[in-house]
T-cell receptor
Framework: NAGVMQNPRHLVRRRGQEARLRCSPMKGHSHVYWYRQLPEEGLKFMVYLQKENIIDESGMPKERFSAEFPKEGPSILRIQQVVRGDSAAYFC????????????FGQGTRLTVV | DQQVKQNSPSLSVQEGRISILNCDYTNSMFDYFLWYKKYPAEGPTFLISISSIKDKNEDGRFTVFLNKSAKHLSLHIVPSQPGDSAVYFCAAIAKAAGNKLTFGGGTRVLVKP
């Protein structure tokens, strides 16, 4: 009974490179959420996706960040031209279809921009 | 504008005693509240939740209390155990706006043996 799987666990990128973070939801879950945790802060909502649809991206920075959840395969959070301020822990959570309020989190990807 | 606040960044408690964690919110649209526990280098783990139609929910050593009029909730852990040492996050959902979680800043709990 695999939980939410995120990879890589740790990612180091130089300024200006692209970062791709992957999230495979729990089996049977069709909803994916991405959150970001900056050092010494709480988690901040970024984006909410269903298969092939972005439902709510109100927490996503307007530039350089994008997310997708294709029909097949994991959800991808993509950060283009990374800057030092993008260094954070990025967590993915999944939940069953609407009505379920409990979301299950992955172990996160720690992005370090050098 | 922080809609969910945990005003105590840390809490130290003796093993066997009660831990009380507090959380305040400002958005009256929130109608479901959750507590998550987080160990270093791991993702948050769901602990307990409460709907806004209730004022108390209990699960083993964990009890969550909700005071809607004060927009305040608390988590009681009794008795506290060393394994409870972690960061605890309060989170809220406005179901009409989807199930995205709005988190507080967290409270680091240290349970001393």
């Amino acid at each position: 009974n695999a939980g939410v799987m995120q990879n890589p666990r740790h990612l180091v990128r130089r300024r200006g490179q692209e970062a791709r973070l992957r999230c495979s939801p729990m089996k049977g879950h069709s909803h994916v959420y991405w959150y970001r945790q900056l050092p010494e802060e709480g988690l901040k909502f970024m984006v909410y996706l269903q298969k092939e649809n972005i439902i709510d991206e109100s927490g996503m920075p307007k530039e350089r960040f994008s997310a997708e959840f294709p029909k097949e395969g994991p959800s991808i959070l993509r950060i283009q031209q990374v800057v030092r301020g993008d260094s954070a822990a990025y967590f993915c959570a999944s939940s069953p279809p609407p009505g379920a309020t409990e979301a299950f989190f992955g172990q996160g990807t720690r992005l370090t921009v050098v | 504008d922080q809609q969910v606040k945990q005003n105590s960044p840390s809490l130290s408690v003796q093993e066997g005693r009660i831990s009380i964690l507090n959380c305040d919110y400002t958005n009256s649209m929130f109608d479901y509240f959750l507590w998550y526990k987080k160990y270093p280098a791991e993702g948050p783990t769901f602990l307990i939740s409460i709907s806004s139609i209730k004022d108390k929910n209990e699960d083993g050593r964990f009890t969550v209390f909700l005071n809607k009029s004060a927009k305040h909730l608390s988590l009681h852990i009794v008795p506290s155990q060393p394994g409870d040492s972690a960061v605890y996050f309060c989170a809220a959902i406005a179901k009409a706006a989807g199930n995205k979680l709005t988190f507080g800043g967290g409270t680091r709990v240290l349970v001393k043996p």
